[in-house]
């Protein structure tokens, strides 16, 4: 887990490892609200249980899609740094308009 000084939780439940991001809520949260495909998985855990309740309430099997150690090997990382940063620093220069 990289502290890159904006928010780091040290708790972060996240089991995805190989993110470069991992514990960088701030960075995190906003990375997640700009694909949109799916939530920070701190948010999943809280989800999970009663999804898979409903599903078992619908004959419904589910699958976890988290991302494998196969994603990560060929993931640009660097790219999602160099991403998650740009985002945040165009968020903080909005911010200062408003
Ligand atoms: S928002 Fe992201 S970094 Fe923060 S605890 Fe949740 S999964 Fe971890």
Not at 16 to 33: A, K, S, T
Not at 80 to 97: C, D, E, I, P, Y
């Amino acid at each position: 887990m990289k502290d890159y000084g904006i928010s780091l939780n040290q708790h972060c439940p996240c089991t995805q490892q190989e993110c470069p991001i991992r514990g960088n809520c701030v960075l995190c949260i906003q990375n997640h609200l700009v694909n949109g495909r799916h939530l920070p998985e701190c948010i999943q855990n809280v989800l999970r249980p009663a999804v898979k309740d409903l599903a078992a309430q619908m004959e419904l099997k589910i699958d976890d899609g988290r991302p494998d150690a196969a994603f990560w090997s060929t993931y640009d990382k660097e790219g999602l740094v160099n991403r998650s940063f740009a985002r945040h620093k165009k968020s903080r220069k909005k911010g200062k308009k408003e």
